[in-house]
Structures are given as C-alpha cells and as structure tokens.
C-alpha cells in the first residue's frame, strides 16, 4: 500500500462529526482532495451533506445584513423596511430562476458583500470634508478590501455556474431558511 | 499650556505650540483674560478627546463588521472548494478549475 493510501484509510475512520467540529481537519480533507486522494471524495461529500455549518452560514449572512442596515439607517424605520425589499429583490435576481442551494448562498453573500460596499462608501463621503489624511486613507483601505470582496462572490458564482449542474450538491437544504 | 506663576506673585496662563519643529510658548495673559484663554483650550482638548473615542469606537464597529464579511467569505468559499472537488473538478495550479481525467482502463 503506498504512503498516500495508507494515510487515506487511517484518516477515512475519522467519524463526520469530528471533522464538523474540527476546521483544520476539513481544509486537510480539502486539501487530500485537491492532491487526486480519491479515498478522501466519499468522506468529502459526506461532510457535506451533513455540515450544519453550512446552514449556519445563511444565519450569519443575514445576521450580518441586519446589522450593517441597522448602522445604515438608525432610526430611519422607512429605510429600515425598505432596503431589506431591494435586498430581497437582488437577491432573486441574481440567484436566478429555481437556483441550486449553493448557488441561493452564494448570492446572499454577493448580496451582503454589495451592502457592506455601499455602507463604506456612504461613510466616506458623508465624512469626506472633516476626515485627515490619515482618516482617508484608513476608509480609503476598507473600501479596497469590501469591493475586493465584492468581486470574489461574483467570481465564485460565475465559477460554480460555469461548472453547470455537475455542482450540485446537497448541503442540508432542509436547514437552510433563504426565504424573504 | 497651563498657568505659570510669576516671581512678582500671580498666575500668567501661556501656550505651547510647534512651530517649524520648535516649541514656541504664546504668552496669553493673566486675570479674566487668561481664564477665558484656559477655558477655550480645556473645550478643545475635551472635543478632541471626544473625537478621537468616536473615531475609536467606529474603526471597532468597522472591525467588527469587515470580520463577519471575511468570515461569510470564507466559509462559503469553503463550501463552494469542497462542492468542486466533491463534483470531481481540480483546481489547476491554484487558478483554474477543470474536470478530473479519469484514469484509463487497464491502468
């Protein structure tokens, strides 16, 4: 048995639930993947079905919107009740019609990416005439970073849908509440 | 700054500034004149500190914000490498995904 082998089937009695818990051992499974170790496919993909992380993915997505709409709006409850529609509507939009469930995850993280954008810029130019060099050049920095981050969640859209419906995996759609 | 007390008894309120590189002390007066000069400075210092909590308390809010975006990113990116290699794509040198050859038969 060659080393690579005997690594996989001393790796493949790890129990799910384990590498659930465990991130660093997820990346390492990923990464056995990445290297050609067909053993580590099967394990792959049952970790996949079975991550509860990736439902939990979705709340942070909408956690984070909450709050960055919060900071945006303050006391503004039209606003407040207004952005989330426009977000809904993006959201649709880009997800597309009867989306896989990991491309509806991918565009609330496009979506939320979006937001984040916008709530830097709108900081910087309500402030733009008291700020310092050193002030503008820190928002300057976090614009950089949001639109960076921006253009990431496209890509990994446009590359999943590239991919077409081969990528279709199941990742606990039952627990994952995408609707509004 | 603050208040100086002179040989000749009483307090002179002055000010240090920089200037080109060197401390400059602005002599600004004793008596009502000097308290008002006192007051004005102990406002500005109280709205500079006041600023610069603000400024503060916001770059942490920003933090705090820019770290539940880098994380959504990141565990999604995650899923979204484990969904490709699961589908049995390979990324190819870091950079491009492709299909993985199967091995011929009789190989």
Not at chain 2, 13 to 20: A, D, F, H
Not at chain 2, 34 to 46: F, P, Q, V
Request: net charge positive; aromatic share 6%.
């Amino acid at each position: 048995m060659s080393p690579r082998k005997a690594n996989s089937a001393t790796k493949h009695e790890e129990s799910t639930s384990e590498l659930i818990e465990d991130r660093g051992k997820l990346m390492a499974l990923i990464d056995r993947a990445q290297d050609g170790d067909e053993e580590a496919l099967p394990l792959l993909r049952k970790v996949l079905d079975e991550e509860p992380r990736v439902a939990r993915i979705v709340d942070l997505a909408r956690n984070v919107e909450r709050s960055i709409i919060e900071k945006m709006t303050g006391d503004d409850v039209f606003t407040q009740e207004a952005i989330p529609r426009n977000l809904k509507a993006m959201r649709r939009e880009i997800a597309g019609e009867k989306p896989a469930p990991l491309e509806r995850l991918l565009a609330e993280r496009i979506t939320v990416c979006w937001l984040e954008l916008q709530y830097f810029h709108a900081i910087y130019t309500q402030n733009l005439h008291n700020l310092s060099i050193t002030q503008s050049d820190y928002h300057q920095r976090r614009i950089d970073k949001a639109h960076r981050r921006y253009l990431s969640s496209i890509k990994a859209l446009a590359q999943i849908r590239k991919m077409g419906p081969a990528v279709q995996i199941n990742i606990a759609e039952k627990q994952i509440n995408t609707s509004g | 700054m603050g208040w100086e007390s002179r040989q000749r008894g009483g307090l002179y309120y002055t000010r240090s500034r920089k200037e080109n590189g060197r401390v400059v002390r602005e002599y600004v007066g004793s008596g009502v004149l000097g308290r008002i000069a006192a007051l004005e400075d102990e406002h500005e210092r109280r709205r500079r500190e006041e600023q610069a909590a603000y400024w503060r308390e916001e770059q942490q809010d920003h933090d705090a914000l820019q770290g539940a975006v880098e994380e959504l990113s990141e565990a999604s990116d995650f899923l979204v490498r484990a969904a490709l290699l699961a589908s049995g794509y390979r990324q190819h040198n870091r950079g491009e995904w492709r299909l993985r050859r199967e091995p011929k038969k009789g190989q």
